[in-house]
């Protein structure tokens, strides 16, 4: 049974929690809201006396189309093969950091320089380190000079991963830091008494007790890389079947005008994005309370 | 501590207030001629690096004696990204845009969304004097007018008079020409999956004799021709005349490639000869000029056509001024400023004979007009961006075109323009 006081302390949670809730319900449940809404009519700027309530039709227009599943396709493989390298990569840095000796606070501060960079400048940068005429990459050794990065399909993908990764991998390392420090010495201390190989203390104490912190920063980044823009922009604006989800709806939103359309794929996209979390929350029990970097 | 900082903000605030108050009283004596103050319109237009836009605004602005005052607001370079800024602020009504320089692919679509208004009357008449039929074409929307011409664009065959001695009159002549030759054997275009590449495929099936859309909603493509078009392409990604990179040519690696010395051949607009001139003196001695190949010899090759049409907003609080400022910015004048800094060739035919023309394009000015006069323009249609986002996803790479089995390729551009004119399906 509840007392007076819990029930009071109930009610000024809740009132101190309202100007944040009226303002999430604005800028993101409104623009939602408006979004479905647009997905079911027809709406073309363009054509601005046209249009009316289509039903479903915009969705069945993009999920019968070829395209929107190879942009599916493209986008899925490049979130996971970034992911996966970003995770190993990330938990070798976070390692790093945390075992760092001296300089400790340089090492830490020169892997963060790459997520202080804005994206689209990273993109660039690496699309004129890979551009046959003005970077370097075709002079190193083993790389043929004429080598058109930009022209075929898997080496696009292979430089808009690599800048990606680059671009990402310290966020992964910071959110597994934050993870490794949680972790009481004493466990490697008792470990290592009883005879465990540094290989044992990483599988059998490490892993299992980073086990929330891997799926938070797995969860995030998986849902960035969902949406990953940017940088396929910037290197091929999506040629050569490099496009992805974002792009695709980008391509219909703003240079076709077509707001239904637009917003049926942007809508998909959402739903896509809440499905990942729910896989990773319900799935593999990823609690973001837990597992947030100081939480 | 406050009061101090009041007593030594006081003198100060009134000094201001005083000037302020001068400034004023100035601009109200210097000013206009009817007393009122000038107008403030604003221009939004593609950069020009030599300048061009600054110095038309500034020369309107002095010349209208304080009825208006033009300023410049400027878009990137990229056509595509020039169009996304513009149609969002268009899209939401904004009043901040009077004058708009529009691509010459844009009308269809703006007209139709009722962002620009019609010119009629004696500005109708100023605007499209002695202006190239085509190039009023391009600034039309269903019979009606909906900007002034500016200045105009086209693209010529560019070649090495060291490699090749007589410029080709096909494009298979070129081609096998090009793969004949020991060294710069390759021939530079534009076939990146964006505008540009809609240009090249344009030019090559309206040379090739028929149309991409005979009307705003009519695809025509006539099977023949259209292979035949096709198989350039094919032909040319295909084989050893494709420079390394042509899948992501654009016009300025095109023009770095010839400058380079790597290619005997080049299709790309005028500013390519002021820039090898500037850039590569050595390839610029024997850089030759020829008209657009043609594609089905004996039949006249349709060049390439751009450029700029000055459009005013629909939702300008400034319209009866924003026309007169886009006739002069737009007027004979303006056009030689055009030409003589930024080297575009002028809208109105007449001019090419003038001064700043020949000199501009010395030796082929009466190429350039002719290039104009017989160009083909892109297609007219609200659709327009739907209709180039489906016919660049047909055919790029270009080297998926298979110039001996042309027909797949055929048949997927069809049925995307088609689908694209009724705006349905992604794209």
């Known amino acids: ?5 819990t029930r009071s302390e109930r009610k000024l949670a809740w009132m101190l929690c309202a100007p944040a809730v009226v303002a999430m319900l604005l800028v993101t449940a409104y ?10 009519q027809d709406v073309d700027l363009r054509f601005p006396d046209e249009g009316g309530f289509v039903g479903l039709s915009n969705y069945t227009a993009v999920l019968s189309s070829d395209l929107w599943w190879t942009d599916f396709f493209n986008t899925v493989l490049i979130m996971v093969i970034s992911v996966a390298i970003e995770l190993v990569l990330g938990m070798a840095i976070a390692l790093v950091m945390y075992r760092a000796i001296f300089g400790r606070g340089v090492v830490r501060t020169s892997v963060l320089i790459p997520y202080g960079i804005i994206t689209v400048v990273a993109a660039f940068a690496w699309q004129f380190a890979f551009s046959p005429e003005t970077g370097f990459v075709n002079n190193l050794p083993l790389i043929p000079d004429e080598k058109d990065w930009f022209g075929g399909r898997f080496s696009s993908f292979a430089v808009i991963i690599m800048a990606e990764v680059w671009k990402t991998t310290p966020f992964m390392a910071l959110l597994l830091l934050a993870g490794l420090v949680t972790i009481d010495s004493q466990l490697y201390e008792a470990a290592r008494v009883d005879g465990a190989t540094a290989w044992q203390r990483f599988t059998r104490i490490t892993l299992p007790l980073m086990k929330p912190a891997i799926l938070v920063a797995l969860l995030f980044r998986t849902l960035d890389a969902f949406r990953v823009f940017d940088t396929i922009f910037i290197m091929t604006r999506g040629a050569l079947d490099t496009e992805s989800v974002s792009i695709l709806g980008y391509n219909q939103l703003i240079s076709r005008l077509n707001l239904g359309l637009g917003s049926a794929v942007s809508v998909l996209i959402f739903i896509c994005v809440f499905l990942i979390a729910f896989v990773f929350v319900r799935g593999f029990g990823a609690k973001v309370e837990e597992g947030r970097p100081g939480g | 501590m406050e009061e101090s900082l009041k ?36 221009f939004f237009v593609a950069i020009q690096p030599g300048g061009t836009i600054e110095e038309v605004s500034k020369r309107c602005s002095e ?10 607001e400027f878009l990137p370079t990229d056509a595509s990204q020039q169009r996304e800024q513009l149609v969002r602020r268009l899209g939401a009504e904004d009043s901040s845009i009077d004058i708009v320089g529009m691509d010459v692919i844009w009308t269809g679509e703006f007209a139709n969304a009722g962002w620009v208004e019609e010119w009629t009357g004696a500005e109708k008449k100023a605007a499209t004097e002695n202006v190239f039929p085509n190039v009023i074409e391009t600034a039309s929307f269903e019979d009606k007018l909906y900007a002034a011409p500016f200045n105009t664009n086209t693209q010529l065959l560019w070649y090495r008079k060291d490699l090749v001695k007589q410029p080709p009159e096909t494009w298979d002549e070129m081609i096998e020409e090009a793969e004949g030759l020991k060294e710069a054997g390759s021939i530079q275009v534009q076939a990146n999956r964006y505008e540009g590449y809609m240009v090249l495929v344009n030019a090559l099936i309206e040379s090739a004799g028929t149309e991409i859309l005979s009307g705003p909603e009519e695809v025509d493509l006539e099977q023949g021709p259209t292979e035949k078009a096709l198989e350039v392409i094919g032909k040319l990604a295909n084989g050893g005349a494709a420079p390394p990179s042509l899948s992501t040519s654009d016009e300025d690696t095109a023009r770095l490639g010839f400058e380079a010395g790597e290619s005997a051949f080049m299709t790309n607009y005028t500013f390519a000869y002021a820039s090898a001139k500037e850039e590569a003196p050595d390839v610029f001695k024997n850089m030759g000029y020829a008209r657009f190949p043609e594609v089905e ?36 004048d303006s056009q030689k400023t055009a030409v003589e800094l930024d080297g575009l060739p002028p809208s109105r035919s007449d001019l090419y004979t003038d001064k700043t023309v020949t000199s501009a394009y010395p ?3 009466g190429l350039v007009k002719e290039s104009i006069e017989a160009s083909g323009p892109r297609p007219t249609t609200p659709a327009y961006q739907d209709v180039s986002l489906a016919v660049q996803r047909s055919l790029h790479p270009p080297d998926k075109i298979d ?5 797949s390729v055929y048949d997927e551009l069809k049925s995307n323009v088609e689908k694209a004119v009724k705006r349905e399906g992604l794209l």
């Open chain 1, 31 to 40: 623009p939602i809201v408006y979004a479905v809404i647009l997905s079911l």
């Open chain 2, 363 to 365: 030796g082929f000015a």
């Open chain 2, 297 to 332: 010899p004996g039949t006249p090759s349709k060049p390439p056509l751009g450029g700029f049409n000055l459009a005013v907003s629909s939702y300008s609080e400034n319209k009866d001024v924003a026309f007169e400022a886009a006739t002069c910015l737009a007027n004979k």
């Open chain 1, 1 to 5: 049974m509840k007392s007076e006081r």
């Open chain 2, 63 to 72: 010349e209208s004696n304080g009825k208006y005052t033009i300023t410049p």
């Open chain 2, 7 to 42: 007593s030594s903000w006081a003198p100060r605030a009134a000094s201001l207030a005083l000037a302020a108050l001068a400034a004023v009283a100035l601009a109200a004596c210097g000013g206009s001629s009817n007393g009122s103050e000038p107008r403030e319109l604003t």
């Open chain 2, 403 to 407: 110039p001996e089995d042309t027909e």
